[in-house]
């Protein structure tokens, strides 16, 4: 049967392609040419648009499509005190392409002492829609697990220890400032937990000093902490994926190597598994599922226009469910379609087709 709280049978990551309106007025914002109040005059408007849209393609989980930002991490931990913008020597390696070379680095104390600026964000969304809004922001992981090092202060933080407890604490204030403004549907984007199934990655933190078991430990009790402060009836999931820039990506790896620590040690309420390819094994590890927990599977891929038959899909579904029940499934698209400003390879009409889909093939697995 169709679900009636998050996830949901037909759900999605999040981010969706950036319209013209918005792309311009950021270009015209750079250049001095308009004001940061006319950009959010333009966001609102769009954002307004995609949520009918995204209301009218029949999602019950609705998010302003990260419309106001740039990246899908970055621009929350420039948000958390302590931590400024960095520009690296150059971007970090994707399968086809480098990004851009920005990135973070901590400089003060980390902490949270006010509401995140992205709680105006979710206030939006939610005054916007009758349905449920969603907020996206990166996993604690973020600050820390690219593979690029991140530059943190050694006078404030002389062992990893210490800045990993602060960190957390600066998360569960975040999650405890979206969940008083009203939300109860929080999802965790984690790249790096999903990083380390892939044997590179791996080898890449060892080389620069650190433990991958033990990160893969950290991140999970991070996430943890983060969310020890949220209310009993606020769902906080997590969406994996091994990278999503410019339709490449970043590692691949089966998830068995985190299977463990990911369905029996982090207290999330559900799963957004990245599954479009050979790049992210099988299904076997759903045999780790615990009950009532929820698994959506990405299997509607994200990184290119072509659009999977409702038999493919339904017959990956099929092979889920010889690990977990299929009252444990849900379905959406591998990754989100934007996870930067660039935006994948597809076209606005491809992306909305392909969400169509999604919710069509859930309603007709599940109905």
């Known amino acids: 049967m169709l679900r009636t709280k998050p996830p949901f049978r037909a ?23 308009i004001t940061p109040a006319a950009l959010k005059a333009i966001e609102d408007r769009e954002i307004a648009r995609v949520i009918k849209r995204q209301e009218d393609v029949g999602l019950q989980a609705i998010t302003d499509g990260e419309f106001r930002r740039s ?19 150059g971007g970090v390696k994707f399968a086809a392409v480098n990004t851009r070379s920005e990135g973070v680095k901590v400089t003060g104390k980390l902490d949270m002492a006010g509401p995140h600026p992205m709680v105006e964000h979710f206030k939006f969304v939610k005054a916007n829609t009758t349905r449920t809004p969603k907020i996206t922001i990166p996993a604690p992981s973020a600050i820390y697990g690219r593979p690029i090092a991140t530059p943190i202060d050694k006078k404030l933080y002389p062992t990893l220890d210490q800045f990993f407890d602060e960190l957390g604490q600066a998360y ?35 080389a620069r000093g650190d433990n991958p078991e033990k990160l893969a430990v950290q991140y ?66 759903l045999r780790m599922l615990p009950k009532g927990k929820q698994v959506v599977l990405g299997l509607m891929t994200t990184k290119t226009g072509k659009l999977e038959s409702k038999d493919e899909l339904k017959r990956r579904i099929d092979a889920a469910a010889k690990f977990t029940s299929l009252d444990q499934l849900c379905i959406s698209g591998q990754c989100g379609f934007a996870s930067t400003e660039e935006g994948n390879m597809l076209t ?10 999604i919710v069509e093939v859930a309603n007709e697995m599940w109905k």
Request: proline share 3%; with cysteine; hydrophobic share 40%.
């Open 348 to 357: 606005e009409d491809e992306q909305w087709a392909k969400l169509a889909r």
């Open 172 to 206: 569960k204030k975040a999650v405890r400032g979206f969940a008083d403004a009203g939300c109860r549907n929080l999802q965790l984007d984690e790249v790096f937990i999903a990083m380390l199934c892939d044997p590179k990655y791996r080898a890449q933190m060892t």
């Open 220 to 285: 999970g009790d991070l996430i943890n902490v983060a969310m020890s402060d949220a209310p009993a009836d606020m769902t906080v999931t997590m969406h994996l994926c091994r990278g999503n820039y410019r339709s490449t990506f970043m590692g691949a790896g089966s998830y068995d190597a985190v299977q463990e620590i990911l369905f029996n040690k982090i207290n999330v309420h559900g799963y957004l598994m990245e599954y479009d390819d050979e790049r992210s094994g099988g299904f076997e590890p």
């Open 71 to 89: 990246w899908w991490h970055l621009d929350f931990l420039w948000g958390l005190d302590g931590v400024e913008k960095h520009i690296m020597d």
């Open 11 to 33: 759900d999605h990551v999040g981010s969706l392609l950036r319209p013209a309106a918005i792309k311009a007025a950021r270009e015209q914002l750079a250049k001095g040419e």
